[in-house]
Nanobody, 126 residues
Framework: QVVLVESGGGLVQAGGSLRLSCAAS????????MAWFRQAPGKEREIVAA????????YYADSVKGRFTISRDNNKNTVNLQMTTLKPEDTAVYYC???????????????????WGQGTEVTVSS
């Protein structure tokens, strides 16, 4: 069992930055691949970024490539998403997710993830 708790969302102007954090409970955090998803009103949940067990592998959706950075600290059981040059279209609820799967990296579909946080809201004003 893994409990995920996100923090760091808020309101920011276009062009600004935010850092999202996800704290995970449990002693096996390093055995989970982690990801950030987002869901805007009326839209499906989509993957934003993913990171492998040790942090050596990362994946970014095309829409955030070059602007967002995912990282993890297995000693602190945390995964972060540094978001820069934010755009109004980045407005969404952002979710942290964990998967115990060991197939091809990354897993981009929500159903592949075993545990989810409650979400943190990000609003980017124009």
């Amino acid at each position: 069992q893994v409990v995920l708790v996100e923090s760091g969302g808020g309101l920011v102007q276009a062009g600004g930055s935010l850092r999202l954090s996800c704290a995970a409970s449990g002693h096996t955090f390093s055995s989970y691949r982690m990801a950030w998803f987002r869901q805007a009103p009326g839209k499906e949940r989509e993957i934003v970024a993913a990171i492998g067990w040790s942090g050596g592998k990362t994946y970014y959706a095309d829409s955030v490539k070059g602007r967002f950075t995912i990282s993890r600290d297995n000693n602190k059981n945390t995964v972060n998403l540094q978001m820069t040059t934010l755009k109004p279209e980045d407005t969404a609820v952002y979710y942290c997710a964990a998967t115990s799967g060991s197939g091809l990296f990354p897993s981009v579909t929500p159903k592949r993830y075993d545990y989810w946080g409650q979400g943190t809201e990000v609003t980017v004003s124009s």
